[in-house]
């Protein structure tokens, strides 16, 4: 049992290239200093005493500068490379964060807030190119997957570490937030070399059919259907944590551990379970049944709270299998749809679509939340989710 077991993880990993490997490790050490913003809405109700709107505003401002960082991350991956924009995104961010610290003006903080989420968003359509360009063919899925492994064993450290700095300081998870950034940088620099690309000639190139996404009226479906999913995808690391507080009474270590179990359940399942089931069934089969258990997952959160605790964890146990079947294969729909030349553009695409998402979200999310309540928000979002769900189904058959 045990060696099969262990046969199946040796199998799921292999074949990939030494490049993804070392991208992968540069993503783990990132994500390992990623637990300031999912604090962000506990940082502004209950280290500044502000309303739930104003976490909502900051939150949503994150958003904004990541829709302006997408486009441009895309455009200068395309033009200058993944290299150098992944380079100075990560050192500039890193340095912003640094300054986030030390700066309590709501409205000054708002500012640094777009500017942050700017150059973190550009390091995005940057590190989507560099892992298409370094998989290895019939790879893409699965280094796609091993790179959402390392985001999670890092998410999972990071989140958990960073409950239990909030609940000392919460100043300390933008210090350390935006110095491991400035490692990356440095990482990325030294082990990363640039990936010499044999260039085409104009004539293939013409033959390639290089085409903006906004010129593939599937990849628009595709993207809006991405901004709904997303949308609510985001409310479980940005509202859910305060409803945890304030409806359910948990603290902040608590919460940071159970959001913690999704990086944890990734990181042991995520690559095998993609092993198995690639080119079993078609992408969007993964994606619709993906959707539905994210639903899910939200429709546990209008259960009785008599055992706060495991529904919390049932919560999040549902939320990340749902997204283990979803987003590797909305990772696959994007590589498939572009090439080299434009692959920059198409990842600028689909991150706006996460940064749009994170505008419309949060700030939808809080709000109705204080106006309405929480359990007004859950249905919405299960209403949300379930229309998402059907016309993803739809895409199937003009899926090639």
């Known amino acids: 049992m045990f060696s099969r077991i262990l046969n199946a993880y040796k199998t799921s990993f292999s074949g990939l290239s030494r490049q993804t490997w070392i991208l992968s490790l540069v993503i783990l050490v990132n994500r390992c200093g990623f637990m300031a913003v999912p604090f962000m809405g506990l940082y502004v109700t209950q280290a500044l005493?502000?309303?739930?709107?104003?976490?909502?505003?900051?939150?949503?401002?994150f958003g904004v500068g990541s829709i302006l960082g997408a486009a441009a991350g895309g455009?200068?991956?395309?033009?200058?490379?993944?290299?150098?924009?992944?380079?100075?995104?990560?050192?500039?961010?890193?340095?912003?964060?640094?300054?986030?610290?030390?700066?309590e003006d709501f409205t000054l903080l708002c500012g640094l807030a777009v500017v942050i989420s700017f150059f973190s968003e550009a390091f995005r359509p940057a590190n989507y190119a560099a892992i298409a360009s370094y998989a290895a063919e019939g790879t893409e899925t699965r280094s796609y997957s091993l790179n959402r492994l390392a985001n999670n064993i890092g998410w999972a450290f990071g989140i958990s570490m960073g409950g239990i700095i909030a609940s000392y300081n919460y100043k300390l998870l933008f210090i350390v937030?935006?110095?491991?950034?400035?490692?990356?940088?440095?990482?990325?620099?030294?082990?990363?070399?640039?990936?010499?690309?044999q260039r085409k000639t104009a004539q293939e190139k013409k033959e390639m059919n290089v085409r903006k996404p906004w010129q593939d009226l599937?990849?628009?479906k595709f993207l809006i259907l991405c901004a709904m999913f997303t949308t609510c995808a985001f409310l479980m690391f940005r509202v859910v944590p305060v409803f945890y507080k304030e409806v359910w009474h948990l603290?902040?270590?608590?919460?940071?551990?159970?959001?913690?179990?999704?990086?944890?359940?990734?990181?042991?399942?995520?690559?095998v379970m993609i092993s198995k089931i690639e080119n079993k069934r078609s992408p969007i089969f993964y994606i619709v049944v993906g959707v539905i258990i994210?639903?899910?997952?939200?429709?546990?959160?209008?259960?009785?709270?008599?055992?706060?605790?495991?529904?919390?964890?049932?919560?999040?146990?549902?939320?990340?299998?749902?997204?283990?079947?979803?987003?590797?294969?909305?990772?696959?729909?994007?590589?498939?749809?572009?090439?080299?030349?434009?692959?920059?553009?198409?990842?600028?695409?689909?991150?706006?679509?996460?940064?749009?998402?994170?505008?419309?979200?949060?700030?939808?999310?809080?709000?109705?939340?204080?106006?309405?309540?929480?359990?007004?928000?859950?249905?919405?979002?299960?209403?949300?989710?379930?229309?998402?769900?059907y016309f993803f189904s739809k895409l199937k058959l003009t899926e090639e």
């Open 49 to 61: 005493h502000r309303p739930e709107s104003d976490a909502g505003i900051i939150i949503s401002l």
């Open 75 to 103: 455009k200068l991956t395309d033009v200058f490379g993944y290299r150098p924009v992944q380079i100075l995104a990560s050192l500039i961010g890193g340095l912003f964060f640094l300054l986030f610290a030390m700066v």
């Open 177 to 197: 937030d935006g110095s491991v950034s400035v490692l990356v940088a440095i990482v990325i620099f030294f082990l990363l070399p640039a990936k010499k690309i």
């Open 218 to 220: 599937l990849y628009v």
């Open 251 to 271: 603290d902040e270590a608590l919460i940071g551990i159970i959001l913690g179990i999704n990086g944890v359940v990734i990181a042991l399942v995520e690559m």
């Open 294 to 389: 994210v639903c899910f997952s939200f429709g546990v959160l209008m259960l009785p709270k008599i055992f706060p605790i495991a529904l919390a964890i049932l919560s999040i146990l549902l939320f990340t299998f749902g997204e283990m079947l979803s987003l590797p294969f909305f990772n696959t729909f994007v590589v498939k749809r572009s090439n080299e030349y434009n692959r920059g553009i198409y990842a600028a695409g689909y991150t706006l679509s996460w940064s749009v998402a994170q505008v419309i979200g949060p700030t939808s999310g809080f709000y109705i939340a204080e106006k309405f309540g929480y359990n007004t928000l859950w249905v919405g979002i299960t209403v949300l989710l379930l229309v998402c769900a």
